[in-house]
């Protein structure tokens, strides 16, 4: 693996405080994958997407009820013990129940670097910036509302920041976001040979890394690294070819990449926030920068939105265009207790599998501890076992 | 086993008469329900929060697998057999849906499963031709309706409402927020017509709006009469006449069962009549009602404790009659409403105020995620900025083999005393 991914991977604090030493930039946290964070990259601000311990909780637990979402709980816990100290901001989309009530939450118990500026009861240089994400992605007026949004955003950003956000700094953040996208589709096209060119793990590594990086930076290097893999014919470890479906995969969660190719199985695609719907949908540069970063917005595929297809299937259309020509065996959902919109999909995207794909379907609910994951070790080992037959 | 479990629950007792009457509204409602359907006219299950006015204007009869479920919470199939509400979630949970999901969603998908819909309290929710749902509240509805629109292989349609962030209570939307959902207003009509073929008539829609506002008129002096000490209407008689309100809004039935619940609470007023003989606290019921056990609103009556205010369900004042485009007027009504805890938060502490809380018990209601997600900063605020103690009780809406019993008696005794003590040392209980 490439020493830089794994550092990010691995100790994703230490290296974001380290570039922001070095270039002396400001950084900005974000929840979830449908974050318009093209505009912070414009506006010369590096987005990190905001991940939790897997630890105890140490404070959360006075403020947010059991019954919810930990991966949440424990990123708001991270942020009010102070580790996510070298934030210049956080953007909070309308994505989901919880991470909604997170606008909440962070902005009244997390400590901020710098004071509100108060003018008439309103604060001009917000903290915290809430995206009011639609909840339903198409339909005629969908776009212009969001555009909309996108521009009242970038607005409060720049009274934040006091810079303006150019149209020529949005077009190269989108070419910046493309280029980045077009190497991790490469990378995910490497892993549909057998054996993949490199295991679920290694991409995860890659992927997460993706999340914490400049895309420019990370581009360059995935294409370096992609390159000499390719020319040195790498290839992971033979195993059962597993899609992998489920909730926030952080360095937490993510030991189930270890566990499934520890029990003979190689995750070579997924339904992930950090996996495919982090870079599958490209951005399109013949439109106003805008709305091509709305229309890639909106055109994430996050379980907890709607379409205007009088049966909507949207989820499972994205499960089939990611698991097709992967050569799937077996499915893996892996979603976390309490969420909602996982739970609720669940019975039909694994009877579509079955009915149609005729692909097996192991249910694992995760409570976000390492422990937890761990527990789930036998059961995945019986589960490929069954495939192997 | 959990499903073993004997749980001791009843119905409550409500002070009102029109509340008492309440329940042969909805089966009467429910039997318009089959009668319109057997007539061949169309049926639509929906929520709570889609402007109900438009189904009326457009012909269709609503059915509302929340309220369905709520329904099924206290009813049994024979007498000794499991309530409904559990036989149904057990279907969903045999199939793959998880107990942490909604209860709503869990019964009412086990009903959908079950095969046939008449094998149902009230023979069930007729058979629908379409589904609409919103955004409004929480995800679960998103998912849940189109879960049921797969299985059944019926038309969706869902309202996005804009979950706006701003402080205070209310606040006008803004041009494109109103654009927005406006054209989402048209859709509905639209696809409504496409599957009908009734063809939107704004006479019609202005003609259930105006009902529908003069009902929520009605509703909003019934919530100012209930301020009166002692309190004439308490949260048993609040939550067993809110169907009419919403699920009813924009008929003449609602409006007249209203203006006589209006009538009787002015009534009581008139007379000095309470809830009970001496009314010692007020209590505040904070989230959707534990439906299988509503006999707990009862359960602080022999120490003098009435519950006087409940939030949920009631109706906010409406912007004025648009007749000359009423979808503009729908959209303004529909967002205009905050849904953060920026919003509700404040909201509920000047309620307090207003209904004179000593105390509130918090429906610490483990599957709905909207209700739960705000409770312990409502404590906290409760407490901090009213000294107002209060108790959380921890169990599903729906389904009975989330409550413990003895554990809630052991909490709410404990809370009674707080408060009771408080009484005895002549402090005052009323914020």
Same mark, same amino acid.
């Given at each position: 693996?490439?020493?830089?991914?794994?550092?990010?991977?691995?100790?994703?604090?230490?290296?974001?405080?380290?570039?922001?030493?070095?270039?002396?930039?400001?950084?900005?946290?974000?929840?979830?994958?449908?974050?318009?964070?093209?505009?912070?990259?414009? &506006?010369?601000?590096?987005?990190?997407?905001?991940?939790?311990?897997?630890?105890?909780?140490?404070?959360?637990?006075?403020?947010?009820?059991?019954?919810?979402?930990? %991966?949440?709980?424990?990123?708001?816990?991270?942020?009010?013990?102070?580790?996510?100290?070298?934030?210049?901001?956080?953007?909070?989309?309308?994505?989901?129940?919880?991470?909604?009530?997170?606008?909440?939450?962070?902005?009244?118990?997390?400590?901020?670097?710098?004071?509100?500026?108060?003018? @008439?009861?309103?604060?001009?240089?917000?903290?915290?910036?809430?995206?009011? =994400?639609?909840?339903?992605?198409?339909?005629?007026?969908?776009?212009?509302?969001?555009?909309?949004?996108?521009?009242?955003?970038?607005?409060?950003?720049?009274?934040?920041?006091?810079?303006?956000?150019?149209?020529?700094?949005?077009?190269?953040?989108?070419?910046?976001?493309?280029?980045?996208?077009?190497?991790?589709?490469?990378?995910?096209?490497?892993?549909?040979?057998?054996?993949?060119?490199?295991?679920?793990?290694?991409?995860?590594?890659?992927?997460?890394?993706?999340?914490?990086?400049?895309?420019?930076?990370?581009?360059?290097?995935?294409?370096?690294?992609?390159?000499?893999?390719?020319?040195?014919?790498?290839?992971?470890?033979?195993?059962?070819?597993?899609?992998?479906?489920?909730?926030?995969?952080?360095?937490?969660?993510?030991?189930?990449? $270890?566990?499934?190719?520890?029990?003979?199985?190689?995750?070579?695609?997924?339904?992930?926030?950090?996996?495919?719907?982090?870079?599958? =949908?490209?951005?399109?540069?013949?439109?106003?920068?805008?709305? &091509?970063?709305?229309?890639?917005?909106?055109?994430?595929?996050?379980?907890?939105?709607?379409?205007?297809?009088?049966?909507?299937?949207?989820?499972?259309?994205?499960?089939?265009?990611?698991?097709?020509?992967?050569?799937?065996?077996?499915?893996?959902?892996?979603?976390? $207790?309490?969420?909602?919109?996982?739970?609720?999909?669940?019975?039909?995207?694994?009877?579509?599998?079955?009915?149609?794909?005729?692909?097996?379907?192991? %249910?694992?609910?995760?409570?976000?501890?390492?422990?937890?994951?761990?527990?789930?070790?036998?059961?995945?080992?019986?589960?490929?076992?069954?495939?192997?037959? | 086993?959990?499903?073993?479990?004997?749980?001791?629950?009843?119905?409550?007792?409500?002070?009102?008469?029109?509340?008492?009457?309440?329940?042969?509204?909805?089966?009467?409602?429910?039997?318009?329900?089959?009668?319109?359907?057997?007539?061949?006219?169309?049926?639509?299950?929906?929520?709570?929060?889609?402007?109900?006015?438009?189904?009326?204007?457009?012909?269709?009869?609503?059915?509302?697998?929340?309220?369905?479920?709520?329904?099924?919470?206290?009813?049994?199939?024979?007498?000794?057999?499991?309530?409904? &509400?559990?036989?149904?979630?057990?279907?969903?949970?045999?199939?793959?849906?998880?107990?942490?999901?909604?209860?709503?969603?869990?019964?009412?998908?086990?009903?959908?499963?079950?095969?046939?819909?008449?094998?149902?309290?009230?023979?069930?929710?007729?058979?629908?031709?379409?589904?609409?749902?919103?955004?409004?509240?929480?995800?679960?509805?998103?998912?849940?309706?189109?879960?049921?629109?797969?299985?059944?292989?019926?038309?969706?349609?869902?309202?996005?409402?804009?979950?706006?962030?701003?402080?205070?209570?209310?606040?006008?939307?803004?041009?494109?927020?109103?654009?927005?959902?406006?054209?989402?207003?048209?859709?509905?009509?639209?696809?409504?017509?496409?599957?009908?073929?009734?063809?939107?008539?704004?006479?019609?829609?202005?003609?259930?709006?105006?009902?529908?506002? $003069?009902?929520?008129?009605?509703?909003?002096?019934?919530?100012?009469?209930?301020?009166?000490?002692?309190?004439?209407?308490?949260?048993?008689?609040?939550?067993?006449?809110?169907?009419?309100?919403?699920?009813?809004?924009?008929?003449?039935?609602?409006?007249?069962?209203?203006?006589?619940?209006?009538?009787?609470?002015?009534? $009581?007023?008139?007379?000095?009549?309470?809830?009970?003989?001496?009314?010692?606290?007020?209590?505040?019921?904070?989230?959707?009602?534990?439906?299988?056990?509503?006999?707990?609103?009862?359960?602080?009556?022999?120490?003098?404790?009435? %519950?006087? =205010?409940?939030? @949920?369900?009631?109706?906010?004042?409406?912007?004025?009659?648009?007749?000359?485009?009423?979808?503009?007027?729908?959209?303004?009504?529909?967002?205009?409403?905050?849904?953060?805890?920026?919003?509700?938060?404040?909201?509920?502490?000047?309620?307090?105020?207003?209904?004179?809380?000593?105390?509130?018990?918090?429906?610490?209601?483990?599957?709905?995620?909207?209700?739960?997600?705000?409770?312990?900063?409502?404590?906290?605020?409760?407490?901090?900025?009213?000294?107002?103690?209060?108790?959380?009780?921890?169990?599903?809406?729906?389904?009975?083999?989330?409550?413990?019993?003895?554990?809630?008696?052991?909490?709410?005794?404990?809370?009674?005393?707080?408060?009771?003590?408080?009484?005895?040392?002549?402090?005052?209980?009323?914020?």
């Amino acid at each position: 693996m490439h020493e830089i991914f794994a550092r990010y991977a691995e100790n994703r604090h230490e290296a974001v405080k380290k570039w922001k030493q070095e270039t002396g930039k400001k950084v900005f946290g974000y929840f979830c994958c449908l974050t318009p964070e093209e505009i912070l990259y414009a &506006a010369d601000i590096l987005p990190v997407r905001i991940t939790g311990t897997g630890e105890p909780l140490q404070q959360a637990d006075l403020h947010v009820p059991p019954n919810s979402c930990a %991966f949440a709980r424990s990123c708001l816990d991270a942020g009010m013990r102070g580790m996510y100290d070298y934030l210049d901001g956080v953007v909070i989309p309308n994505s989901c129940d919880i991470i909604f009530n997170m606008e909440f939450f962070w902005r009244t118990l997390v400590p901020r670097p710098t004071k509100p500026a108060m003018i @008439a009861g309103v604060d001009i240089k917000p903290y915290v910036h809430y995206i009011n =994400y639609p909840e339903k992605i198409t339909g005629r007026e969908v776009v212009p509302y969001y555009v909309e949004v996108l521009k009242n955003f970038k607005q409060d950003l720049e009274r934040s920041l006091n810079r303006s956000i150019t149209d020529d700094d949005l077009a190269r953040a989108v070419s910046a976001y493309n280029q980045d996208k077009s190497q991790m589709k490469r990378m995910y096209e490497m892993r549909k040979s057998d054996p993949a060119g490199l295991s679920g793990y290694e991409a995860w590594q890659i992927t997460y890394s993706s999340l914490l990086m400049p895309k420019d930076k990370h581009a360059g290097i995935l294409k370096g690294y992609l390159d000499e893999l390719e020319s040195n014919g790498h290839k992971a470890p033979e195993g059962i070819r597993i899609y992998l479906s489920g909730s926030a995969m952080d360095q937490v969660n993510a030991d189930i990449y $270890k566990i499934i190719e520890e029990s003979g199985g190689q995750v070579v695609s997924d339904d992930l926030c950090v996996g495919t719907r982090s870079f599958w =949908y490209p951005l399109n540069e013949e439109l106003p920068p805008l709305e &091509a970063i709305a229309r890639r917005s909106l055109g994430t595929a996050c379980p907890r939105s709607t379409v205007t297809a009088r049966i909507p299937e949207n989820r499972w259309t994205h499960l089939l265009n990611t698991a097709k020509d992967f050569n799937i065996e077996g499915a893996i959902f892996y979603v976390l $207790k309490c969420c909602d919109a996982r739970l609720g999909e669940f019975p039909h995207l694994r009877d579509k599998l079955k009915t149609e794909l005729d692909i097996p379907v192991l %249910f694992l609910e995760g409570d976000y501890t390492s422990e937890g994951v761990e527990q789930m070790r036998s059961r995945v080992e019986a589960f490929i076992e069954m495939i192997e037959g | 086993m959990e499903e073993e479990k004997q749980v001791v629950t009843k119905g409550s007792q409500k002070s009102l008469e029109v509340a008492r009457n309440a329940w042969k509204f909805i089966v009467q409602d429910y039997a318009e329900g089959h009668a319109h359907k057997k007539a061949g006219k169309p049926v639509v299950w929906s929520c709570a929060l889609v402007e109900k006015e438009l189904y009326h204007a457009m012909g269709l009869h609503p059915f509302y697998p929340e309220q369905f479920a709520a329904l099924c919470a206290v009813r049994r199939k024979t007498p000794d057999s499991v309530k409904e &509400a559990v036989r149904f979630a057990r279907i969903a949970e045999q199939a793959g849906y998880s107990s942490d999901l909604c209860g709503y969603e869990r019964v009412s998908t086990g009903f959908v499963l079950n095969g046939d819909l008449a094998d149902a309290p009230l023979d069930g929710m007729a058979p629908p031709d379409m589904l609409v749902t919103t955004s409004s509240v929480c995800d679960v509805r998103l998912k849940w309706f189109e879960d049921m629109a797969q299985r059944l292989n019926v038309p969706l349609f869902t309202l996005d409402r804009p979950e706006r962030r701003f402080d205070g209570i209310m606040q006008y939307p803004k041009p494109h927020e109103t654009r927005y959902y406006r054209s989402q207003l048209e859709d509905l009509l639209s696809f409504i017509t496409e599957i009908t073929g009734t063809k939107y008539d704004p006479d019609r829609l202005n003609e259930c709006l105006d009902w529908g506002y $003069k009902t929520n008129e009605l509703r909003l002096e019934i919530l100012e009469l209930r301020k009166a000490v002692p309190s004439p209407m308490g949260c048993a008689d609040g939550f067993a006449t809110m169907y009419p309100g919403m699920y009813c809004s924009g008929t003449k039935k609602a409006y007249e069962f209203y203006r006589a619940l209006r009538d009787e609470v002015r009534g $009581k007023i008139k007379a000095g009549k309470g809830q009970i003989e001496k009314e010692k606290f007020r209590l505040l019921w904070y989230g959707i009602p534990t439906w299988f056990n509503m006999g707990i609103f009862n359960y602080f009556e022999p120490v003098g404790g009435v %519950f006087a =205010y409940e939030p @949920a369900y009631n109706p906010h004042p409406w912007p004025p009659r648009n007749p000359k485009d009423p979808l503009e007027e729908i959209a303004l009504r529909t967002l205009t409403i905050g849904s953060t805890m920026s919003t509700t938060i404040p909201a509920l502490l000047e309620q307090c105020r207003e209904y004179k809380i000593a105390g509130g018990v918090l429906a610490y209601l483990i599957t709905c995620r909207a209700i739960y997600l705000p409770s312990l900063e409502i404590r906290r605020a409760l407490e901090k900025e009213l000294g107002i103690p209060s108790v959380l009780i921890e169990c599903d809406l729906v389904d009975e083999r989330t409550f413990s019993e003895g554990q809630v008696k052991t909490r709410m005794d404990a809370f009674a005393e707080q408060i009771l003590k408080k009484h005895e040392s002549g402090k005052s209980l009323n914020n």
